[in-house]
C-alpha cells in the first residue's frame, strides 16, 4: 500500500487536517502501516497538486487556523481503483533484522540470544496492549460516527494483528524453552 491510498481512503470517510490523518493513522492503520508527520504533509501536498484533494483553511477563535483536506472525486475514483485491484502476490515481502540474528543464533551468546528474545517478547506483548486499545478505539469510533458496516471489515484486519502478534509471542516462549533445555543438553 502507498501512504496515498491510506489517506485517500480514511478521506473517504470524513474531512481530516494533517494532524487529524497522523492521529487516525495512529489509531487504526499502524499496525499496517506506519508513517510520520512529515511524510503525511508531503503526500497531502502531492496529492493536492495532483487534484486527488481540495484543501481548505478553518479559522479557529482560540487555536491556530487549520487546514482541512477533502478527497476529490479523482482522488475517490483513484482510491476505488486501487483497493479493487489486488497484487498478485498477498504475502508482504519479509525483512526482519532480528529473526536473521536469531539464524545467526551459534555465533551469539546464549545470554545474549535469551535477553534479545525476552526483548521482543515484551515488545509483541506490548504491541498487543496497542492492537486492543485500537479495537475498543474502532468500536467506540464506530458507534459515534455511525460506521457500523465498516467496523466489520475493521474488526477482521484487527483480528489478523492480533492472531500475528499471539503467534510471535507464543514463538518466542517455545524458543525460549528451547534454548534453556540446549544449555542443559550441553552441561
Not at 489517506?7 to 492521529?23: A, H, V
Not at 493536492?48 to 481540495?54: F, K, L, R
Request: with cysteine; glycine share 4%; aromatic share 12%.
Amino acid at each position: 500500500m502507498s501512504l496515498r491510498f491510506g489517506m485517500l481512503g480514511l478521506l473517504c470517510y470524513q474531512d481530516m487536517s494533517g494532524y487529524e490523518l497522523k492521529k487516525t493513522f495512529d489509531t487504526s492503520l499502524q499496525f499496517m502501516w506506519n508513517t510520520k508527520t512529515s511524510q503525511i504533509y508531503r503526500e497531502l501536498q502531492r496529492m493536492e497538486e495532483q487534484n486527488h484533494v481540495t484543501s481548505s483553511v478553518e479559522v479557529q477563535d482560540k487555536k491556530f487556523d487549520r487546514k482541512v483536506y477533502s478527497i476529490t472525486n479523482r482522488g475517490r475514483d483513484a482510491f476505488h481503483e486501487w483497493v479493487n485491484k489486488f497484487p498478485k502476490n498477498l504475502i508482504a515481502p519479509i525483512r526482519d533484522e532480528f529473526i536473521i540474528r536469531v539464524f545467526f543464533g551459534e555465533q551469539i551468546e546464549a545470554n545474549n540470544l535469551t535477553f534479545e528474545i525476552q526483548r521482543f517478547k515484551k515488545q509483541q506483548e506490548e504491541e498487543l496492549e496497542t492492537i486492543l486499545f485500537i479495537e475498543k478505539e474502532a468500536e467506540k469510533s464506530a458507534v459515534e460516527e455511525r460506521l457500523e458496516d465498516s467496523l466489520f471489515y475493521w474488526l477482521l484486519t484487527i483480528k489478523r494483528a492480533k492472531k500475528g502478534i499471539i503467534a510471535e509471542i507464543d514463538w518466542a516462549n517455545e524458543a525460549l524453552e528451547l534454548i534453556k533445555n540446549k544449555g542443559r543438553e550441553e552441561q
